[in-house]
């Protein structure tokens, strides 16, 4: 797959989200995410209660060139495979926000 999270913005509002989770857990210095990082960040993700294993296993499924860390754009691919039923979500709660807000205006 060859496409990027900048590639994105602007079609797809929730991938801008999707991206932006991506700088959450990520190493600040090294700009990809590492089994250090994610150790220290897994408080965002809510899964403190993963092992090491755990977390090892979750890089090694989203990293797909095998150098050991995740970059943004396996980040992106990961959460896209991993969540089509949060995109459908999004994309439903995204309708009902947009329902919701003209709703009001004809009040
Ligand atoms: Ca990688």
């Known amino acids: 797959m060859f496409f990027s ?12 989200e ?4 991506f700088r959450l857990l990520a190493d600040a210095e090294k700009g990809v995410i590492t089994l250090e990082s994610l150790k220290r ?3 965002v993700l809510g899964i403190e209660a ?3 294993d ?4 979750m890089i090694a499924a989203a990293d797909l060139n095998g150098d ?4 943004e754009n396996e980040f992106c691919v990961m959460m896209v495979r991993l969540s089509p039923s949060f ?3 999004a994309q439903q709660w995204l309708e009902k926000a947009l329902i919701h807000e003209l709703q009001s205006c004809e009040q």
């Open 5 to 16: 999270c900048s590639d994105m913005l602007g079609e797809e509002e929730f991938m801008v």
């Open 87 to 89: 995109i459908t979500e």
């Open 18 to 21: 999707l991206c932006n989770g």
């Open 41 to 43: 960040n897994s408080g």
């Open 54 to 57: 755990q977390l090892q296993a």
């Open 68 to 71: 050991g860390v995740v970059d």
């Open 50 to 52: 993963m092992n090491e």
